[in-house]
């Protein structure tokens, strides 16, 4: 598998280009637990819980945030100063590659539960010799 990143700006990934590989489709992830009881009050809090729940998904895939290729990111009431240093800091900790994945990030006026600020949704792609020698270990 081979990823190849397009770049226009210093700032974010406009574009990565992938041959090979499997493609993983994960839904939006949020401040939940695994018995869907909300962890969370704080933006900053739900980042992290969702972010953690995200990291279990892409596991149950055989993928690790290094293979996220795309990410769409909404935030509740969003306003940049509120938000943006917050999500780059911790995306830059959370995606471990060597650039972060192509993005958007769409300010909305509520998500699917009144008390939920952040959802992220994300595309990793994953080498097939990778995912068959996992499988087949398990």
């Known amino acids: 598998?081979?990823?190849?990143y397009h770049e226009a700006s210093p700032f974010y990934t406009h574009a990565i280009s992938v041959t090979g590989g499997r493609t993983v489709y994960i839904s939006?992830?949020?401040?939940?637990?695994?018995?869907?009881?909300?962890?969370e009050q704080d933006f900053s809090s739900q980042v992290d819980h969702s972010l953690v729940n995200l990291k279990k998904?892409?596991?149950?895939?055989?993928a690790s945030p290094e293979d996220v290729v795309m990410i769409r990111v909404y935030v509740k009431s969003y306003h940049e100063d509120a938000?943006?240093?917050?999500?780059?800091?911790?995306?830059?900790?959370?995606?471990?590659?060597?650039k972060l994945p192509a993005s958007t990030l769409i300010g909305v006026?509520?998500?699917?539960?009144?008390?939920?600020?952040f959802e992220i949704e994300a595309v990793a792609v994953i080498d097939d010799l990778n995912f068959?020698?996992?499988?087949t270990t398990q």
């Open 1 to 4: 598998m081979k990823k190849t």
């Open 57 to 62: 998904v892409l596991a149950s895939a055989h």
């Open 83 to 98: 938000h943006l240093n917050v999500l780059m800091d911790k995306f830059k900790r959370f995606f471990t590659g060597p």
């Open 28 to 39: 939006g992830q949020t401040a939940y637990s695994e018995n869907h009881e909300f962890i």
């Open 132 to 135: 068959s020698s996992k499988t």
């Open 109 to 117: 006026q509520s998500l699917a539960k009144e008390l939920l600020l």
